[in-house]
């Protein structure tokens, strides 16, 4: 069956009323979901497992690919209005979509990425579509070199997230790198770290420490300046509170290199959404016009991770769907449902199964449109959110913190984890450390080392083996080149600073 | 007016946040229908230590959806999953809940080894409390469709002649694919390399890209590549053929020894001190699912063979594994505990 024909007939089975509710009801719960801390994806598609299977195949994967994505369109809420990234690849819109709703763009910045995020998840669909069988190699051609290669990539570009002062980013970085390594480690089943404490077998709770790290020093930031005024400035016109033909113009490369990127790194199991959607941030500060509007409140610096967190979902979906390989936390919880389904999921799926697999490639366009409908109008409302007084806010914001945090693994001790991330987030923004690099460390460490130690096996102990192959030779030069340009671009400025430590 | 409005919608999203906390502790509490069983434990909740989609998870699944339909019990019970620590965090919750009779585990030979690899864990198996066996489940040996490796042996004469360059993959130093990779290296003074990977998927891939040259795992692992033409089962790491791959000769057939493998078999465990009645409850439903169309047709299509133990028997079971499995990581030197 080709492509055509069997999207006709996907959006023939999608289209049923009963498909259509319960795709309402996944992008609903989806953009719940996204918008409150803590609870994630995986864990709602679980806990509505036991209902979903007896429901059909077709609606109930249509229902939970609607909570995946649905979640995405959510996520970026909470992080452009209150600073607290709800899952790990909305840590980015953080950066420029809170400067935003501190200068009164709230408005803007939410429906910019509610646009981005439709363009891009609409992008995704279609890679998912017409690229899929073509796009399922490069997920087998990714071993250990390729990962360890991208992740030197990534985590030179995380340095770049730095801001002004090129080593407190790299101090950040390392900070999370050292965090990274705390829990069990995959080759002897060895505890490091942990003090013998069974609630850091598994490290530590990452939705702990992006609170703390960002809402909770932001609020201990602002509570000691005691200015008692408003933080926010909120315009009353409805027109304000939507972004301007001027924004979207702004944003049109920032959404088409997200869309592009995003999709072909959500390709790559593991990777995911996180490093798209700030490969695609660092990528745009590059290109940009006005680079030096990001970090400051840049609607670029919402639009492209946005898009790159969207049509992530098309991509990842291809391993899962071709391959039988989950390539996210969430891709194995949809991997659980098709086997519960008795759909043996592998790469005969499509052939086997093309009256499940269609219907939900098909209701994923619909979905977007349901979500773009969905979110738009609610823009306003959040936006004026901010209006509140400084202390309603702040208790707000404490109690949607520790109820967040605690719901993720029912866990006073990462209660405790969040705020002890709130103090060193409070002592980080008042020495002007930035707090991203340390985040983003943090989730791409474990990538990092297993595949660095995972290669190393492979070549006992030669490093050559990152040379003879040709993909993870590639993007090493691309690392040397990036690196070059950052120390001809820094290197004074360096200097200056390494001087001012010496004095 | 307008503050009033907002000041809701904060109030309401404050309790939609809440209540999405509670869903996820109290799932155990909707549907419950207390006594229609007759003194059955009300708000059971079966433990795994893998992440949802995980191997154990999924298994956990079938098993419940399996006694449902066949009206051994009368809802799903909720599956609550805890990977930390590689079923020590399983097993530590257990523990926090002993004397209880509403917390039950699904377990694996993964939850006797942990304790033993690791210093001062202060959980182990034998505190609990065992209910039922229900089969075994021969590891199968898988390689690329098209290898040059037809068989066990091949591979072991193979890393014979070329010490050190094969690789073997699979997941954690201490998980059963290891040991009986290492158990068959010592017997055989074959030497090869060893590939961690967290997940199944990542494993699959590294021997489709020829980075791996086999991998270890149960027959659904790989079921779907043989199908497509991608892999092949070489070997089945047991005494009996698999239907699934009615091909693959036997490790038995191969002249290997069987037995002092790490066999990989399934089972389920209660809290500490768990009341006798609900021992007892727990025991029969999994008996009558096990003698059920529906559980021999899942058993035959994964690769499981029955194998039902009732409690005293499986606590013997489990000491004697224990015995097993220690004297191997004893003489790998992987063993912390002592």
Not at chain 1, 111 to 120: D, R, V
């Amino acid at each position: 069956m080709d492509a055509f024909s069997g999207l006709a007939d996907g959006f023939a089975t999608a289209v049923t009323p009963t498909n259509l509710l319960w795709l309402m009801i996944g992008c609903l719960l989806g953009t719940l979901v996204g918008i409150l801390p803590g609870l994630g994806p995986p864990a709602t598609i679980a806990i509505l497992l036991p209902l979903a299977t007896n429901l059909e195949p077709a609606t109930g994967l249509i229902m939970m690919a609607g909570i995946y994505y649905g979640a995405k369109y959510g996520g970026s809420t909470t992080s452009i209005l209150l600073n607290i990234p709800g899952e790990s690849s909305s840590v980015v819109t953080c950066l420029d979509g809170y400067e935003m709703a501190k200068k009164g763009r709230a408005g803007p910045a939410l429906g910019m990425a509610a646009i981005a995020s439709f363009i891009a998840g609409t992008v995704g669909v279609i890679g998912l579509t017409f690229l899929a069988p073509v796009v399922a190699n490069l997920a087998v051609s990714f071993g250990p070199p390729e990962y360890s290669a991208l992740m030197v990539f990534a985590l030179l570009l995380v340095i770049m997230l730095a801001g002004e002062s090129l080593l407190k980013g790299f101090i950040s970085m390392l900070l999370g790198l050292l965090l990274a390594t705390i829990g069990t480690d995959l080759f002897t089943g060895e505890q490091r770290f942990t003090g013998g404490r069974i609630e850091l077998a598994g490290g530590f709770e990452f939705i702990a420490i992006s609170i703390g790290l960002f809402a909770i020093g932001e609020v201990l930031v602002n509570v000691e300046q005691r200015t008692g005024r408003q933080i926010f400035k909120v315009p009353s016109k409805l027109r304000e509170l939507l972004p301007t033909v001027k924004d979207l113009k702004d944003s049109r490369v920032a959404i088409a290199q997200g869309s592009v990127l995003g999709f072909f790194i959500g390709c790559l199991p593991g990777a995911g959404a996180t490093v798209a959607s700030f490969i695609s941030y660092t990528v745009q500060k590059r290109v940009s016009k006005h680079p030096e509007e990001f970090g400051k409140g840049s609607i670029e610096g919402v639009a492209a991770p946005e898009a790159a967190n969207n049509s992530e979902t098309g991509g990842a979906m291809i391993p899962l769907l071709t391959l039988g390989i989950p390539g996210s936390s969430t891709g194995a919880v949809l991997l659980g449902a098709l086997v519960l389904y008795g759909l043996n999921p592998g790469p005969l799926l499509f052939t086997d199964h093309p009256e499940v697999v269609w219907p939900i490639i098909a209701s994923m366009y619909l979905g977007n449109v349901a979500l773009l409908v969905m979110n738009l109008p609610m823009v306003p409302l959040f936006a004026k959110l901010l209006n509140v007084p400084y202390w309603v806010m702040y208790p707000g914001i404490l109690l949607i913190a520790v109820v967040g945090t605690y719901s993720v693994n029912f866990s006073m001790f990462d209660v405790w984890v969040l705020l002890a991330f709130g103090l060193l987030g409070y002592v980080m923004k008042k020495i002007g450390m930035p707090p991203a690099p340390l985040l983003l460390a943090f989730v791409l460490g474990p990538i990092a080392e297993n595949a660095v130690r995972q290669t190393l096996i492979l070549s006992d102990n030669n490093p050559v083996i990152y040379l003879q192959r040709p993909i993870s030779a590639t993007l090493l030069v691309l690392a040397v080149l990036l690196l070059a340009s950052l120390t001809l671009g820094q290197s004074r400025h360096l200097r200056r600073q390494v001087l001012e430590i010496d004095d | 007016m307008q503050r009033r409005l907002t000041l809701t919608t904060l109030i309401v999203v404050s309790a939609l946040s809440l209540a999405a906390c509670g869903s996820g502790s109290d799932t155990a509490e909707d549907g419950t229908t207390d006594g229609t069983t007759g003194g059955a434990p009300s708000r059971t909740e079966v433990v795994t230590h893998n992440a949802v989609g995980g191997g154990s998870d999924v298994f956990t699944r079938q098993l419940i959806k399996l006694m449902k339909e066949s009206d051994n019990i009368d809802r799903l019970w909720p599956v609550r999953n805890i990977p930390a620590g590689d079923a020590i965090g399983a097993m530590s919750f257990l523990k926090e809940k002993s004397g209880e009779e509403n917390y039950i585990a699904q377990m694996t030979p993964t939850w006797l080894v942990t304790p033993m690899t690791v210093q001062n864990s202060n959980v182990t198996v034998a505190d609990m409390t065992p209910i039922a066996g229900l089969a075994s489940e021969p590891q199968v040996v898988a390689v690329k469709a098209g290898s040059p490796l037809k068989s066990m042996n091949d591979f072991i004469a193979a890393a014979q002649a070329d010490p050190g360059k094969l690789v073997q993959t699979g997941g954690s130093g201490t998980a059963t694919d290891a040991l009986t990779g290492l158990a068959l290296q010592k017997s055989t003074g074959a030497k090869w390399k060893f590939l961690s990977f967290e997940d199944t998927g990542s494993r699959i891939t590294a021997v489709l890209r020829g980075d791996a040259d086999i991998v270890m795992g149960s027959a659904g692992d790989f079921s779907e590549q043989v199908r497509a033409g991608k892999m092949e089962v070489i070997t089945i790491l047991g005494s009996e053929k698999l239907a699934v791959f009615p091909d693959a000769p036997t490790a038995l057939e191969q002249d290997i020894d069987v037995e002092s493998l790490p066999l990989q078999f399934r089972g389920i465990i209660g809290a500490p001190d768990m009341p006798e009645d609900a021992v007892a409850y727990y025991q029969e439903a999994l008996e009558k699912t096990l003698a059920t169309d529906g559980w021999a047709e899942y058993a035959e299509s994964e690769g499981l063979v029955t194998d039902f133990r009732d409690n005293a028997a499986f606590g013997t079971y489990l000491e004697e594994r224990t015995e097993v499995l220690g004297g191997l990581l004893e003489d790998l030197g992987l063993r912390k505990d002592q």
